[in-house]
């Protein structure tokens, strides 16, 4: 049988990325062929990313992209927040986000299907999963278009933990358009305006609120006021255009874009991991298992 070397495993290691035992398994397996331990990753490589498919992804990066009159914004999602740092990941978050915005997809499934110069968004992200070792996973995007008197606003907070894209008409002052996205960065508002925001909505809050003022007790002739004044507050919170500007709180995002005549047309903004129900692992079982394969 041929010796596997300890330089032997190391160079595969390099040329594939993945762990130590996976690469001397492999070189045993062939022989020592370091060509056919390639292929042999690969084959076994695939079927171990299918394997993660019911890991949970809720940690990972958001991106935004974008190039004349359009953007897009994505996010893809890894098992750890550790992956957010590997350079391949975000070479491919960034790609992908690239290749959404001149592709125009018009569903998910679409997007996956984009060709790349290596096979497809969906092949990369199955590749990725299998070198880097996690369930990678292109959870959502967004695409816009916008006409030469607009603007988009881009920010990334945290290096894409939170990924924000605006879109302002009556201005292509970028800077304002940016700054408008780092607000909604930070306050993450629900609407433009509240006149986005359904009956429905509007009616479950109302609920809500009269009876928190009738458990206070308050006298039925002013619990009516209460209620109005109380939702109004409520709706304030939550639209943007109301909400006071981060950056001048005297005034509100609405009244610092009527200042430079300019509008929202609309907003997009991706939280990493918002919605998804993140499983506690025990770590110490985590590691055990690992050890015992």
């Not at 130590?20 to 331990?37: F, Q, S, T, Y």
């Not at 084959?43 to 359009?70: H, W």
């Not at 290749?99 to 679409?110: G, H, K, R």
């Not at 110490?284 to 394969?293: L, W």
């Amino acid at each position: 049988m041929t010796q596997v070397t300890a330089a032997l495993v190391k160079k595969l290691r390099d040329m594939t990325g993945v762990g130590m035992m996976d690469a001397k398994r492999a070189l045993v397996a062939v022989e020592g062929d370091i060509d056919k331990a390639v292929d042999h990753l690969r084959e076994n490589g695939m079927a171990k990313a299918a394997k993660k498919a019911d890991r949970v992804a809720a940690e990972g990066l958001a991106s935004v992209f974008v190039e004349g009159n359009t953007a897009a914004i994505v996010e893809i999602n890894s098992e750890t927040d550790f992956v957010s740092k590997n350079d391949q990941f975000q070479t491919l978050v960034a790609e992908v986000t690239r290749q959404v915005a001149e592709a125009n997809p018009a569903t998910l499934e679409e997007a996956l299907e984009i060709k790349t110069a290596s096979g497809t968004i969906s092949s990369e992200i199955m590749e990725a999963t299998t070198v880097i070792g996690e369930k990678i996973s292109f959870r959502r995007f967004e695409r816009l278009t916008k006409d030469d008197n607009s603007a988009f606003g881009a920010y990334l907070h945290m290096g894409g933990r939170i990924a924000v894209l605006t879109l302002i008409e009556g201005t292509t002052d970028e800077e304002i358009a940016k700054d408008v996205a780092m607000h909604i960065a930070a306050i993450n508002p629900k609407y433009v305006s509240r006149d986005q925001v359904s009956q429905d909505e509007i009616a479950h809050e109302t609920k809500i609120l009269t009876e928190q003022a009738l458990n206070e007790g308050k006298p039925a002739n002013i619990v009516e006021k209460m209620i109005q004044g109380r939702l109004n507050k409520y709706l304030a919170e939550i639209s943007l255009v109301d909400q006071p500007f981060v950056k001048d709180p005297d005034q509100t995002v609405g009244q610092f874009l009527a200042s430079k005549g300019a509008s929202v047309k609309t907003f997009v903004r991706f939280e990493v991991g918002d919605g998804i129900e993140k499983r506690e692992d025990n770590f110490v079982e985590e590691v055990m298992s690992q050890v015992n394969k």
